[in-house]
């Protein structure tokens, strides 16, 4: 039976529940190994990452001479990362920082404006700014993106920074209600937004959509569990359907938890409408917070469906970017339940198959996993090392997997990216006769872009992240100074 494109069933609410083979290639080896683990049941999904050319007589594996990670970036950039990271890890210096953008966030003081105050912007842009951003023209940001891939990244996942901040009560901070022409407004100016954001990206890239920035109506239908209304579906078809013109993907950003149900639905209701033409490939991404405690009873609905529908699953897994503002109740009681609900999750998606946490639905227990897409979002490295274990293992035992790239927002944990750059480089180097499979992982970059006023609230999330990780983040702080020392020691 066909299913309508914005059919609900169980999907338009939010419920938070109470809470052998020796490993081919040697990119691993230039990672601190991880602990040993138990060997897992594999999947049956190819990934287009890995060479699979029969092995022949083998030399010895040729000698790993790693470099530290973060030699890849400039002395300017290392810099300036290490004074924000400091001021994160210090409360002294965090908390009047928070406050402080948050009064800039919310004022409509021209003067607390950095789009018409240039005093403001000068100093916004060459720091918080500069570390989180892509740029705020079309010129800027292809010349940020060109030099991380540059550096090695595969891709970057680019964003239109324009979003709106939802209050107590599930209005928009702005408070009003807007007329027609108004409505029309707010989604022609988040459409021409993104498209150009499209334009930006390139064959691989992902492009990732905050629908908070259409406007208060589209607010108001998220908040409300609605369709999307007619100018604003024709604006998310139209950006679909470019993007699959131009061969990249669509991510649909989480938000906070009072619009979140919605976004869920209309995640869904396009996924259905893309996600069935290529197959084993998704065109629209959904995004879900493994800090919530909801999370894998929502992925295990959407996993029915789409199993349900023949449709690919595609799924990128955060820790959560709402923390300042979703209520505590609705997240895990400690960050180690966090990070167990993580790598629960996504093991169980690389491997395409329920464990303890991500359990199927009663009564659909003989189901079988859709296919999936992943983009593992993590600033983790113990997550990040899990993963990478799981996917040389599968390649050693020659398993299918599935199709899935590693993802870090810019500015942070760019000790972790960097070891996933120097794997994937080391795993190319090895691509000399005699040929062996070798898992090459991808990984990109998160960037947003637009004006400096438009990338506050992006740049407040940053900042609370920060405070609500600092153990994370004094860890990049120390992999930052480590880096510094060496520099001016070998000087």
Known sequence: MATSLWSTGALCHFQPVVYKATVAGQAQQCITQAPARRRLHQSNYQSATATTIP?????AAPECKSKPPLSLFPLSTLLRSYCITSLSCSPILLSPSLSLLSTLVHSRSPLLNPDRNPLLRYALKKTFYAQFCAGENLAEVRKTMASLKDMGFEGV????????????????????????????????AWRKG????????????????????????????????????????EAIIEICDFAKRRNVRILFDAEQTTVQAGIDMWTLAFQRKYNCEVPEQALVYGTYQAYLRSTPATLARHIAVAWDERFTLGVKLV??????????????????????????????LIQRRFNNLLKPLQGKESREFPDVNLVLASHNL???????????????????????????????????????????????????????????????????????GECLKYLLRRAQE?????????????????????RLMRN
């Open 194 to 233: 993104t498209l150009e954001t499209v334009s930006l990206a390139q064959k691989g890239d992902y492009v990732a959509l905050k629908f908070t920035g259409a406007g208060s109506r589209a607010l108001h239908e998220l908040t409300n569990c609605l369709p999307p209304g007619k100018v604003l579906k």
């Open 319 to 348: 820790r959560g970017a709402y923390l300042g503002s979703d209520p505590r109740h609705l997240f895990w009681s400690e960050k180690e339940d966090t990070d167990k609900a993580y790598n629960e999750i996504a093991e169980s």
């Open 382 to 452: 113990k997550s990040v090392k899990q993963a990478m274990s799981i996917r040389k293992e599968q390649l050693a035992l020659d398993q299918k997997r599935i199709h899935m790239t590693y993802g870090q927002l810019m500015g942070m944990a760019d000790h972790v990216s960097c070891e996933l750059i120097l794997a994937r480089k080391l795993a190319h180097d090895l691509q000399q006769p005699p040929y062996e499979k070798r898992d090459t992982p991808m990984v990109h970059k998160y960037l947003v872009w637009g004006t400096v």
């Open 55 to 59: 092995p022949s007589s083998r030399p």
């Open 157 to 188: 996942i680019l964003g239109y920074a324009k979003e709106v901040v939802v209050v107590e009560g599930g209005e928009s901070a702005e408070n009003e209600e807007p007329d027609a022409g108004t409505v029309e407004a707010e989604v022609t």
């Open 466 to 486: 920060n405070r609500d990780a600092v153990v994370r983040t004094e860890d990049a702080r120390l992999e930052l100074r480590k880096e510094l020392v060496r």
